[in-house]
């Protein structure tokens, strides 16, 4: 069965904190996908990845940067948390590029900045 | 830049009933995905189209490809309480192939 996951469901932290948010996928994806999701605004991509060190940004990549130092691992950091970065953060890997490969998510991290 | 827009943007509908709702963009698209997102969960890929015209099912799901190319449409028959969650159409942008998606439509249905 196929499994991306994402090291907390639920976090909380203080403006100005680092964050780091941590995803696996166990597919041997070479491509993974860092996305935030807020209402009325749907999934907009923030950073995504097609090989260990790679990373290319999305269209949202401000505020945030990107490691993947391993072909499983893809995190996300947030260098300086600001209450506009309150949002529910989505994973994603998929086996080929675009139209032609099925996204895989994680169940997500609800990220609260005070 | 290509955008899809969903509608409706939420519905309330009765056990049973049939579901309908469509995605359209200004700009052509060559592939449609349809995903839907449990409660506390992430999108999970429904139904994917290919040609112009296509219409494929999934059990109670049934989704078409717009001859236009410019929309797409879900169906689902009989609608049953683990159908609640939010159905979001997704596509391939034309300048880098990224998969972009629309805003969602959340269903909710009444006991």
């Known amino acids: 069965d196929v499994k991306v996951t994402q090291s907390s469901r639920y976090l909380v932290k203080r403006t100005g904190e680092k964050v780091f948010l941590e995803c696996v996928q166990d597919?041997?994806?070479?491509?993974m996908f860092w996305y935030r999701q807020d209402p009325g605004l749907g999934l907009r991509l923030i950073y995504f990845?097609?090989?260990?060190?790679?990373?290319e940004k999305g269209d949202i990549p401000e505020g945030y940067s990107v490691s993947r130092e391993k072909k499983e691992r893809f995190s996300l950091i947030l260098e300086s948390a600001s209450t506009n970065q309150t949002s529910m953060y989505l994973c994603?890997?998929?086996?080929?590029?675009?139209?032609?490969?099925?996204?895989?998510f994680g169940p997500g991290t609800r990220l609260t900045v005070l | 830049g290509q955008q899809l827009n969903q509608s409706p943007q939420s519905m309330f509908i009765q056990e049973g009933e049939d579901v309908s709702m469509n995605c359209t963009s200004s700009?052509?698209?060559?592939?449609w995905l349809w995903y839907k997102q449990d409660p506390g969960e992430g999108p999970v890929l429904l139904i994917a189209?290919?040609?112009?015209?296509e219409l494929t099912s999934n059990g109670r799901l049934t989704a078409q490809f717009g001859i236009t190319r410019k929309d797409s449409f879900l169906n689902i028959s009989a609608s049953i309480p683990s159908d609640v969650g939010i159905y979001f159409c997704?596509?391939?942008?034309?300048?880098?192939?990224?998969?972009?998606f629309g805003k969602g439509t959340r269903l909710h249905i009444l006991p």
């Open positions: 597919m041997d994806h070479e491509n």
């Open positions: 990845s097609y090989d260990v060190k790679m990373k």
């Open positions: 997704a596509g391939p942008r034309r300048r880098d192939d990224k998969i972009i």
């Open positions: 700009s052509i698209f060559n592939t």
């Open positions: 994603a890997s998929s086996f080929r590029q675009g139209a032609a490969g099925e996204q895989f």
């Open positions: 189209l290919y040609k112009a015209g």
